[in-house]
């Protein structure tokens, strides 16, 4: 690896910028993050050496039988080093440069994922965030000396905080889905108890949530693979795809076993949560017949499918042993999968794939194809799914559960209110983009169909379309002789394609009756136009899209107005002031009040006793506030009463 690489990779994490930075400072960052220790080498006028920890080797200079520690050095003659140089220009420093960056070292690496480790290492032990938190502690106490408690104090009262956590997990799950209740009427959960009495399963979803499934429900998503709580139980969550094509949630569970009876219990819930709104065109999960019985039962017109991504995943031991192979396995099976418009395409790619790679004594292959029906797209693009086949959406809320706010050690009132952190941080993620749709897009070309969707479809869906168009240039179009509405349809590109690809596909292009439709059966499938059908609307000169194939759920106008408030906190009070407010302008108070009263003996006395008396009106204070809940919550009926 040279220096360039180590640069560019160093770039990416933010360690270096335009300005010059210390030498030893940017080397030590690369080297806690590829869990290696450093130490300062060689020193010279202009330049400066900087080794692995482990360079050279120690030879004890006493006599081995009276040597008193048994532990011996470290150092393994490891050869990872750089050698910095000064360049001056006109007796005065002008840059630095890594004039040697040796990268291999001779034994194993500790990366910074496993930070318990890194620690320990001298040159990474005292990082600045650690040290400033240290600083505050001894500044509040105007000194180390000074501070009240040692660091094993810290411990014992933050394992005295974690047990008073996980006690009475259960009431205090109950006590925050009341706080919930109350922030917003529309919130709703329900458990399922077993026959001692204990909870079994827990639902609940989010006001906010069900406004989501409300304009976005049509095509859903249930993954149960993950058991993230210190009860081993199963998280159920029902995902699906916002018109920026982000994932949303529309409710969460958690569920002690995967029997016919809960699942059949969690859908019944999920319905009963979302009376108002039809069932799903759509739900995709991973490969459980019970499952599938179950959304038979209580989801009879829905289409139910196997997601691609879970598919993958829970075969993913098995495929990569076969992926060692080769290493073109893993890339020709998912062409094979995902770039696949017909039923015959595919079954010719596979049969290609199988004999390419001698693959026909896999098990895990032939399970797979057996069940092709209800995973590959290809074989039911008839069938509406919306995105939701892309592995890519699930794959996203999972990574954002499991390594940003849950671990299987979360109890489950935090796990609840971490989930509502999720729901949360989506909302600020969609506000951004909705604005960020404010302005008029610029197009890349004239054509009026592509103006008109331009100010229609959302950013991210326009991207989409905009590629699409960008790709239908690579085609060419035929007519059909014998019927002016029939186009063939053709790829140009061949030369780069697979024998096994579709090249061509028929089009039917009714532009009086404003009637279109493609082989690939993509717009059923998905809702969004193929380049096959953009090819022939610039062909025909379409001027406008007809309304019935601009989805309203990929549009700017995809949010419909809910007879309920979609926030599921209460951010202003009863007087409609905002708390954030409230909360600004009482510190500032406060934190004058803490300096003034900091100044001496008498001016401190005189502060504690103010606050002594606002502390006896706390109860007045709570008092208020219920009070003015209750009004809210009041007014709020009336409301829709009148709205009603």
Known sequence: MDLGLVLTWCRRRGWCSNRLITRYDFYEKYACHAGFD???????????????????????????ANRERKRTSKRTGCKAYVK????????????????????????????????SAVKQMRSHRNRADTVQECRVTQNMHEGQENVPFTSPDVEIRRAANKRAEMADDINKLFAFFSECKMQNSKFYWDMQLDEDGVVK????????????????????????????????????????????IQDTLFG????????????????????????DCPSPRCVLTDQDDVIVVAITNVFPKTIHRLCRWLILKNHSEALNILYARDDRIESELLLCVNQTYTPQEFENAWSWFIDEFDLQDSVTLQNLYEIRHRWIPALFKKDYCGRMTSTQQSESVNKLVKRNFVDHQTNLHSFARRMLDIIISREAKEAAETRACLGMLITKTRWSFAVQMSRVYTRAVFKLFEEALDDCTAFRIDMDIGNTNRWT????????????????????????????????????????????????????????????????????????DMSFDRRDRVTAGPDSVEESYRQKTLLAEAMAIVRLGSKSRVAFEIAMAALKVLRKEKRCFQTAWHVGMISLHATMVRAHQLKS
């Open 38 to 64: 450093v130490r300062k080498s060689r020193l010279k006028r202009t330049i400066r050496e900087i080794c692995c920890a482990r360079e050279g080797r120690h030879k004890y200079r006493g006599d081995e």
């Open 201 to 244: 399963n827990i639902f609940w979803s989010h006001a906010s949530s069900q406004a989501e499934y409300a304009d976005f429900g049509d095509a859903v998503t249930l993954d149960t693979t993950y058991k993230t709580n210190i009860y081993g139980m199963s998280l159920a969550m029902f995902v699906g795809a916002s018109h920026h």
């Open 489 to 560: 349809v053709l790829d140009m590109e061949h030369s780069e394609k697979h024998d096994w690809c579709q090249l061509q596909f028929k089009v039917l292009a009714d532009v009086q009756k404003g009637r279109y439709e493609c082989e690939c059966k993509q717009w059923e499938h998905t809702g969004l136009l193929c380049t096959h059908l953009l090819r022939t609307f610039i062909h025909a000169q379409v001027e406008k899209i007809p309304p019935q194939y601009v989805l309203r759920r990929y549009t700017m106008k995809a949010r419909s």
């Open 84 to 115: 910095i140089k000064n360049v001056t220009t006109d007796g005065k420093l002008s840059s630095v440069v890594f004039d040697v960056v040796v990268i291999g070292h001779n034994h194993p690496l500790t990366p910074s994922p496993a930070p």
């Open 252 to 275: 969460c569970a958690l569920l002690r076993d995967k029997k016919i009876e809960s699942f059949e219990w969690l859908f019944k819930t999920f319905k009963n949560c979302m009376e």
